[in-house]
Antibody, heavy 123, light 106 residues
């Protein structure tokens, strides 16, 4: 059974940094692209970033480009999101999501999701 | 940036057919997926590649995509189908989710 466990969220002041992690099990992690998707309180889903299986194809939403960095460690079956220069509008539940394919692209969808980790940006 | 627009809410009686639309410029040129999210839970994939159902998703869920509109149809809607539904596609190196539709079964 696919399992994705998100962690690393918390309360952080504007302008500070936070690093999220996602621990994967139940599938061959190295074979699939992975993503972060967020959901602000009471709002809809927003894709944040995606990374291909070999980390050679990475994409970001315009809203986080230049501030967030996605990475992965296939040996440790883990996905990460380094979030710098955090803003109040980054407050959200952050989900790790598994792609159906190895690369980020147009014929993709998310077939498994973590439980989410809450990031609150406030002074 | 690319936008996908959904109705804010849809209400259906038990046993009837619920139809949720997702509109975007030339949406039919790319595949659409649909996700169901119940309160306090993570999203669940219910349709991929416009009309395919993952294993474990009931046959009453179906989808289509043509022109500027993707459609999720739930036939014989049950109380357990009450949830938020989001469409999703890809545009110019970014994934896009629809605005979301709250389905009420009443």
């Amino acid at each position: 059974e696919v399992q994705l466990v998100d962690s690393g969220g918390g309360l952080v002041q504007p302008g500070r940094s936070l690093r999220l992690s996602c621990a994967a099990s139940g599938f061959t992690f190295a074979d699939y692209a992975m993503h972060w998707v967020r959901q602000a309180p009471g709002k809809g889903l927003e894709w944040v970033s995606g990374i291909s299986w070999k980390s050679d194809n990475i994409a970001y939403a315009d809203s986080v480009k230049g501030r967030f960095t996605i990475s992965r460690d296939n040996a440790k079956k883990s996905l990460f999101l380094q979030m710098n220069s955090l803003r109040p509008e980054d407050t959200a539940l952050y989900y790790c999501a598994k792609d159906i394919r190895p690369s980020v692209g147009s014929d993709n969808w998310f077939d498994s999701w973590g439980q989410g980790t809450l990031v609150t940006v406030s002074s | 940036s690319y936008e996908l627009t959904q109705p804010l809410s849809v209400t259906v009686s038990p046993g009837q057919t619920a139809t949720i639309t997702c509109s975007g410029d030339k949406l039919g040129d790319n595949y659409a997926s649909w996700y169901q999210q119940k309160p306090g839970q993570s999203p669940v994939l219910v349709i991929y590649q416009d009309s395919q159902r993952p294993s474990g998703i009931p046959e009453r869920f179906s989808g289509s995509n043509s022109g500027n509109t993707a459609t999720l149809t739930i036939s014989g809607t049950q109380a357990m189908d009450e949830a938020d539904y989001y469409c999703q596609t890809w545009d110019s190196r970014a994934y896009v989710f629809g605005t979301g539709t709250k389905l009420t079964v009443l």
